[in-house]
Structures are given as structure tokens and as C-alpha cells.
């Protein structure tokens, strides 16, 4: 018996199918577009929160809001995930990462009341 191993000498090349990746879809938005919406999207209040304002009368005029919207998004941009927004009248819980407003109550309810996971205050003047 032969343990020698005999080179093939009429073998074929194998056929070399080439692989394609499937295509990626093309993005519709640049980056740039999506940071900028990101950046201007609009100030929501939670049920929770709304519920808060209406039980406790804390009315908040549209220009204060305004102002609210802007200056959580300047806390967004240094990092602030959770803020407390001091208001003459009211204290607001808020989430700068959703762009949200958690809860509310008046500055003397506040006052007895320990704020937790906050990473920022944003201090609202008149």
C-alpha cells in the first residue's frame, strides 16, 4: 500500500462566486438634519405633570414656556440628562433628555421636598 498522497493533475479551478453585501438603504436624512431635529423638538408635559399644574393652579404664561424650552435645551447640550426648573412660583421636575416635563409643584410644597436623580438645575428668573 501507496501513503503517498498524488497531486491531481487534471483538476479544475472550483468556480469563484463572488459575494455580494445586500445594499444598504441610503439614508433619507443626513446626520446633521437628525442632530437638528433632535435640537428643535418641542417641549412636552407629561399627563402626570399636566395633572400636577391643573390640581395646584400653577399657570405657566407661552412666552415662560418658551423660555423654559430654550434653557432646557441648553442644559441638554452640556450633558444634563435630569433638571429641576426653579420657577418664581413653582419648581418643575424635567427630563432635558426627552425633552419632557415630569412633574410640578409650588415653591412651598418644594421646599419640603427632597429632588432625587438630578443632574442639573435650571434656574428660571423673572
Given at each position: 500500500?501507496?501513503?503517498?498522497?498524488?497531486?491531481?493533475?487534471?483538476?479544475?479551478?472550483?468556480?469563484?462566486?463572488?459575494?455580494?453585501?445586500?445594499?444598504?438603504?441610503?439614508?433619507?436624512?443626513?446626520?446633521?438634519?437628525?442632530?437638528?431635529?433632535a435640537a428643535t423638538t418641542e417641549l412636552?408635559?407629561?399627563?402626570?405633570?399636566?395633572?400636577?399644574?391643573?390640581?395646584?393652579?400653577?399657570?405657566?404664561?407661552?412666552?415662560?414656556?418658551?423660555?423654559?424650552?430654550?434653557?432646557?435645551?441648553?442644559?441638554?447640550?452640556?450633558?444634563?440628562?435630569?433638571?429641576?426648573?426653579?420657577?418664581?412660583?413653582?419648581?418643575?421636575?424635567?427630563?432635558?433628555?426627552?425633552?419632557?416635563?415630569?412633574?410640578?409643584?409650588?415653591?412651598?410644597?418644594?421646599?419640603?421636598?427632597?429632588?432625587?436623580?438630578?443632574?442639573?438645575?435650571?434656574?428660571?428668573?423673572?
Amino acid at each position: 500500500m501507496n501513503h503517498k498522497i498524488n497531486p491531481l493533475h487534471h483538476q479544475q479551478p472550483l468556480p469563484m462566486h463572488s459575494v455580494q453585501k445586500p445594499k444598504q438603504a441610503e439614508p433619507t436624512k443626513s446626520f446633521q438634519s437628525f442632530l437638528q431635529d433632535a435640537a428643535t423638538t418641542e417641549l412636552k408635559v407629561s399627563k402626570h405633570a399636566q395633572k400636577r399644574l391643573d390640581e395646584r393652579n400653577i399657570e405657566i404664561p407661552a412666552d415662560k414656556w418658551n423660555m423654559i424650552e430654550d434653557r432646557m435645551m441648553e442644559a441638554k447640550q452640556k450633558g444634563v440628562t435630569d433638571s429641576a426648573i426653579i420657577l418664581d412660583d413653582a419648581v418643575l421636575v424635567a427630563s432635558t433628555k426627552n425633552n419632557t416635563i415630569i412633574t410640578a409643584m409650588n415653591r412651598e410644597e418644594a421646599s419640603n421636598q427632597l429632588l432625587t436623580n438630578i443632574n442639573g438645575t435650571i434656574l428660571m428668573q423673572e
